[in-house]
């Protein structure tokens, strides 16, 4: 690697570090990317003035778990809810074919809330603090983009019961 590249490197790690971890009361920092429907999309300020669930995902092992978050959500229209899903860490060449699977496997109405991301991975990794990217990560916003509940466990009943709960208040 070249010293430009380490410098790089070194300065990535040093902005993920010093972003800290969101708590609940935080306004979330900007995060963007193109949907599955090819449009460019940001959030907090996509749906700003309503209450929305935002899931992360950073590895296709927590796709099933997004999943399970999305349908959930949607299926009791509890909120609108965005999936954000991180391939940085993707090689360029195998993104086009992992949009492609992620794609496929997602019904056409849910491809303007599915985001793809592919930069600031180990910043936001850092900001969920996400210790495994086996599972999804859930942010509930509201209407101002802070955030009002958090979830770092995957889908259950139990975890869907606290989002119920946040969503009620």
Do not use: C, Q
Not at 52 to 69: E, N, Y
Not at 116 to 145: F, N, Q
Request: proline residues 4%.
């Amino acid at each position: 690697m070249t010293r430009r590249g380490l410098i790089a490197l070194a300065m990535a790690a040093i902005a993920a570090v010093a972003a800290g971890r969101l708590n609940v009361g935080d306004e979330l920092p900007a995060v963007g990317g193109e949907t599955l429907s090819g449009k460019h999309i940001e959030l907090p300020s996509a749906g700003a003035g309503a209450v929305r669930v935002l899931i992360f995902s950073f590895a296709k092992a927590a796709g099933d778990d997004s999943k399970h978050w999305s349908r959930r959500v949607e299926d009791d229209h509890a909120a609108e809810s965005y999936s954000l899903i991180f391939l940085e860490s993707a090689p360029r060449l195998f993104r086009g074919m992992a949009v492609s699977g992620i794609k496929s496997s997602m019904p056409k109405p849910m491809w303007d809330r599915t985001v793809i991301v592919v930069k600031d991975e180990a910043l936001w990794k850092s900001r969920l603090a996400v210790s495994e990217d086996k599972h999804a990560y859930v942010v509930m916003l509201d209407g101002t983009g802070h955030i009002r509940w958090i979830s770092t466990a995957p889908f259950s009943e139990g975890e869907y019961a606290e989002l119920r709960k946040a969503l009620s208040h």
